[in-house]
């Protein structure tokens, strides 16, 4: 079972990484052929993906989320599937470009962390857990895109304001279409955002975790959750367009990236074996 | 038999000449008409366009083709034949089809990329084709022109970016709001290209058009021409925090829109973007606008600057072009060459042989009993029986081969005989194109493509 995981996922590394090189050439030749092979190449890599993950799940004999091996390819499973659903539902398509170097890089940091699967500590044992886990990278998939729109956005309103967007018009989504994309993703992000801490909370408190509050990963949560309603409560006043949401998606995305890369590993005290 | 072209263009010849020359679409079809009855080409398609006057011609003589061209263009501007000697280019050959193969893909227009002239060749051919002017090869050489086009369009982003001012602003608009269709517009001055560019807007989907202008009265004019609404200039505020899109183009010496006021609209508007575009000079924007979050402003000089970049980008782009047209080019070049009468000969000689050999295999087990003198002899028979049925076809062949009309006859035997594996050819599937055209002049199958009949078009 772990080899066919393995297998599955490095099938579905090879095809992410055809549909990146796909929409490379697109971008170069603005073929609109090209946009949907690399979209149907990206489908069929988050299938094999996911097919990737189930084995995993059946070799472990648990949903995989411990470790960072396990973590970092659900973080990149759910960020194509996020993806995926967005695409269908706003039809812009080129974002694949962007989206897809962040998917590979999590798979290659993924590759590099890997482990054969553990037993689950008996800590983690509980549904509460596995909601809460799932919810939660449903919630980190959108507000990764998100932020990944806001940088597009800044780069392009950039090169719009210099004069120097030539290379770029007709190829990058434009600046409004970007804006919705920071909103949508946000919008399906937050409720998961929310949900996926209430469990985190309620297991905390059924099970009496000491001082869970102070936990530095909590607090920085709370402050990322803080920073999206806020961009959500500025967009939906419609006052604060543009730059602004896009800056907020960013500073979101650096927390996240932060809670992911520095917190996790380093300063929490009992979200460690999330790796 | 060669293809020559004869003509002029932007390139070579005055607009003056190139006036006398336009040909209309009688004119057009009479011109190919005399020059087949004049006996120096077989085939011809006239080309008349306001950049070009350009005479096809299917012809065994290129030089007697050239002339003739000449004195029909002449007779029919009027113009002298020494004057037309000074400014005509001519082609043949590989030349000529390399012409029309760059013409049809727009790579010689005076506009590198612009789509009209596809349809422009389409009609020309159709013209020469209902008039009966064009025969097996026009009629294919003329659709795969046309295919060719159609191919550099699709697989090069030749004719992607906007090469004029009216657009090159309307492509921005596209990058900062995306769909245009809830947006409005709103133009300050009634000048030409501000009009242009509504228009552009319109077509990309925008049904809001306001129009101001100190005169109440131009502003209205301009309105009933844009399908717009005519506003007046006093209550310019209001109407900037309501649009999305302002172009302006007023004769005034100073600022009309100044920093202060777009940022009071902006914040009437909930800080919605606007894009400004200022086609004035001296400028009606103050240049301090782009620094206002949420408002972009395009002066003329930066949509030059991007209408400089895009045609950049365009004859990049021209450079995969000339690749598929020589490519393209090639393979026409195959199919013209399989319409000569040695090879020919030769193919339809094969394939008898092939046949003959092919039946006396399958008699093999009923021949078994003969001795080896009398197969011999069976074999002599048959072999006799094939030369003598492909002698009076083979000699009135090569009767015709110097004729005008040689490769009539040649399409024909590879069409009655199905002439498709033949070996003249080096590149297989070229020929199999070709096979495939040649058996759509037969009557059987179902869909394919005839040949020679007037209302057949690409």
């Known amino acids: 079972m772990e080899h066919a995981s393995v297998i599955f996922l490095w099938i579905a590394y090879l095809l992410y990484a055809g549909a990146f090189a796909v929409f490379v050439v697109q971008f170069l030749t603005k073929s609109p052929t090209l946009t949907r092979v690399g979209l149907v190449v990206a489908a069929a890599g988050l299938v094999f993906h996911t097919l990737a993950i189930i084995c995993r799940g059946f070799s472990a004999g648990h949903v995989p989320f411990v470790g960072a091996y396990e973590s970092l390819v659900m973080v990149a499973w759910s960020i194509a599937l996020v993806w995926h659903v967005l695409e269908s539902f706003t039809k812009m398509r080129a974002v694949g470009l962007y989206v897809l170097p962040v998917v590979l890089i999590l798979l290659t940091v993924a590759w590099v962390e890997y482990k054969p699967p553990v037993q689950l500590v008996p800590a983690l044992r509980s549904d509460i857990v596995i909601l809460h886990v799932i919810v939660m990278l449903t919630a980190i998939g959108c507000l990764y895109v998100a932020g990944g729109a806001g940088i597009i956005y800044l780069i392009e309103e950039a090169l719009l304001r210099r004069r120097k967007a030539g290379g770029v018009l007709g190829r990058l989504p434009s600046l409004g279409a970007l804006e919705k994309l920071i909103y949508h993703a946000t919008l399906l992000g937050l409720p998961f955002l929310t949900a996926g801490m209430l469990a985190g909370i309620i297991r905390a408190e059924t099970f009496n975790v000491p001082h869970w509050w102070v936990d530095p990963m909590v607090l920085l949560s709370l402050f990322a959750w803080a920073l999206y309603a806020v961009l959500l409560w500025g967009r939906m006043r419609a006052d604060w367009v543009g730059s602004r949401i896009a800056w907020l998606a960013i500073t979101g995305l650096v927390v996240l990236l932060f809670i992911r890369f520095a917190a996790v590993p380093y300063l929490s005290g009992f979200h460690t074996y999330g790796g | ?458």
């Open chain 2, 1 to 458: 038999m060669l293809v020559v072209v004869t003509g002029i263009s932007h390139k070579t010849a005055s607009l003056d000449l190139r006036e006398r020359l336009v040909l209309s679409e009688e004119d057009a079809l009479r011109v190919a008409q005399e020059l087949l009855e004049s006996e120096a080409a077989c085939e011809a398609v006239s080309l008349s366009t306001c950049n070009r006057t350009e005479l096809y011609t299917y012809a065994s003589d290129s030089l007697a083709a050239r002339q003739a061209a000449i004195a029909v263009l002449a007779r029919h501007s009027g113009a002298d034949v020494h004057e037309l000697e000074s400014s005509l280019y001519s082609y043949s050959g590989d030349g000529a089809i390399a012409h029309l193969f760059r013409v049809t893909s727009s790579l010689d227009s005076m506009v590198v990329g612009e789509a009209q002239i596809v349809a422009q060749m389409k009609s020309a051919y159709q013209l020469a084709c209902e008039g009966g002017c064009t025969s097996v090869v026009f009629n294919r050489l003329f659709r795969h022109a046309l295919e060719v086009g159609k191919r550099v369009r699709t697989e090069t982003a030749i004719g992607e970016r906007p090469v004029s001012v009216s657009s090159a602003a309307v492509e921005l608009a596209l990058q900062v709001f995306g769909k245009l269709n809830d947006h409005t517009v709103l133009i300050v001055g009634a000048g030409e290209t501000s009009e242009l560019t509504a228009t552009h807007l319109k077509a990309h989907g925008i049904k809001n058009i306001l129009v101001t202008n100190r005169t109440f009265g131009a502003a209205e004019e301009l309105a009933q021409r844009v399908g717009g609404k005519a506003v007046v200039f006093e209550e310019l505020e209001d109407h900037l925090a309501a649009s999305d899109i302002v172009i302006s183009s007023t004769s005034a010496p100073h600022y009309v829109i100044t920093r202060e006021r777009v940022e009071r609209s902006l914040k009437h508007r909930r800080h919605r973007p606007i894009f400004f575009i200022d086609i004035a000079v001296p400028r009606d924007l103050d240049p301090e606008i782009n620094r206002v979050r949420n408002a972009y402003l395009y002066d003329i000089d930066d949509l030059q600057h991007v209408v400089e970049q895009n045609r950049g980008e365009r004859e990049k782009e021209a450079h995969h072009a000339e690749r598929i047209v020589e490519e393209e080019l090639r393979s026409v070049n195959d199919w013209l060459r399989s319409l000569e009468v040695v090879p020919t000969i030769a193919t339809l000689r094969d394939t008898m042989e092939q046949i003959r050999r092919a039946e006396l295999e399958r008699l093999g087990g009923k021949l078994a009993d003969l001795t080896d003198e009398q197969r011999a002899q069976v074999d002599m028979l048959t072999a006799s029986i094939v030369n003598k049925i492909l002698h009076m076809p083979t000699v009135k062949m090569k009767e015709v081969a110097g004729s005008q009309e040689c490769y009539l006859y040649v399409d024909a035997v590879r069409t009655l005989f199905d002439l498709s594996g033949n070996g003249s050819s080096p590149d297989g599937a070229a020929t199999g194109d070709a096979a495939t055209d040649a058996v759509g002049a037969a009557p059987d199958p179902p869909g394919a493509t005839v040949h020679h009949t007037g209302t057949d078009s690409a």
